[in-house]
């Protein structure tokens, strides 16, 4: 049976929440408070829902209409680590059955494409587009104190010994524990780095955004502070699922670099996690191809590389090439030049030439 919930209904999300929390692998990127906070918000986001007895399929996704072509839509994962959600210990043949069903679904409403951001360990049997290798991610496996230490590169030793010489001192605590001051506190260095860093202007979250989801999903997130002589000088913001922790978001003031605060936090996040039975820490990959950033994240777990995917699906492939080579065209002739026409690098690419 397929269902299809309005995530903008209040009734539809009480549904949305029930199913969610009755499977038993879950997400911190799948919650409501994540899609009202750091996603898109809840308008035009659905959640596709496929279940039989106690087996359960969500999808959930924004569609969004592809302007200026009247009765056709796409649809597009929310931000961060998500795609399908999966009962644990299901069979195949239910997956794809599931899959089945989103398609018959998909050409009801004339959607065009499906673009799926997803998770490091998403169970794709069915899934009929393609798997697109995106970018190096770190899964750091947490191991045992003493194995853990020498496992790191030399230069992280070495600055997290700096960090403590100095006299840094570390506070970790849930959402739901962080004080207004807390919050400020984080919200000013993280400001700072994403100005510092000329950042997206969709990173730039208000400090409402982290109170409000603190305040109804505290127990989902996990934050630390580096304190130097009592002024809060690095930051992270951190995902808790499970099993898995997610570096979500963070900085540090630029003055302050020479006593390595970063390496401490992550150290500390680090024991955190082996404290609490955690048995990975997610901390992602960089805004290149194995960049400094990534370089740097590297240096904590230097065997634990992964590939992060993206899910393309071509739903119809008459609508998206006529809408690809019309977008194309009307870009061109607006802008009073020819652009190459390429397919491999922006997906879905009419959105290329209609953003």
């Known amino acids: 049976m397929i269902e299809i919930l309005d995530l903008s209904n209040t009734l539809h999300q009480q549904s949305y929440n029930?199913?969610?929390?009755s499977i038993s692998n879950k997400r911190p990127y799948d919650s409501l408070d994540f899609f009202i906070n750091f996603s898109s918000g809840l308008n035009n986001l659905i959640c596709i829902c496929f279940h039989e007895s106690d087996q359960l399929f969500l999808l959930p996704g924004y569609l969004k209409p592809i302007h200026g072509y009247n009765g056709f839509v796409d649809f597009i994962s929310p931000y961060g680590y998500s795609g399908p959600i999966i009962s644990k210990d299901v069979d195949d043949v239910f997956i794809i059955n599931a899959w089945n069903e989103v398609e018959k679904y998909f050409k009801t409403i004339n959607a065009v494409t499906c673009f799926l951001r997803l998770s490091l360990d998403a169970n794709l049997i069915g899934f009929k587009g393609e798997i697109q290798p995106t970018m190096k991610n770190i899964k750091g496996q947490i191991l045992p104190e003493e194995t853990q230490w020498v496992s790191f590169?030399?230069?992280v030793r070495k600055n997290v010994n700096k960090a403590l010489r100095e006299g840094l001192i570390i506070k970790i605590c849930f959402g739901n524990e962080m004080t207004d001051s807390d919050l400020s506190d984080f919200h000013l260095v993280y400001l700072d780095t994403m100005v510092r860093n000329n950042a997206q202007n969709n990173f730039y979250y208000s400090l409402e955004a982290f109170k409000n989801f603190t305040a109804?999903?505290?127990n989902l997130c996990l934050f630390s502070l580096i304190y130097d002589n009592n002024r809060v000088v690095s930051v992270?913001?951190?995902?808790?699922a499970d099993e898995t922790i997610y570096s979500f978001l963070g900085g540090t003031l630029s003055d302050s670099f020479d006593k390595r605060p970063n390496d401490l936090l992550k150290f500390g996040l680090i024991n955190w996690a082996r404290n609490h039975g955690i048995k990975y820490f997610v901390l992602g990959g960089g805004y290149g191809s194995e960049d400094g950033i990534f370089?740097?994240?590297?240096?904590?777990?230097?065997?634990?590389?992964?590939?992060y995917n993206t899910g393309r699906w071509i739903i119809s492939e008459q609508s998206y090439s006529d809408i690809s080579h019309d977008a194309k065209n009307k870009y061109n002739a607006n802008n009073h030049f020819s652009e190459e026409f390429e397919s491999?690098?922006?997906?879905?690419?009419?959105?290329?030439?209609i953003n």
Request: charged share 35%; glycine share 6%.
């Open 295 to 307: 370089k740097y994240k590297k240096a904590f777990f230097p065997n634990d590389v992964v590939e």
């Open 344 to 353: 491999k690098d922006y997906f879905p690419v009419y959105r290329k030439y």
């Open 153 to 155: 590169d030399h230069k």
């Open 236 to 240: 992270e913001m951190v995902l808790v």
């Open 18 to 21: 029930k199913l969610l929390w």
């Open 216 to 218: 109804g999903s505290g």
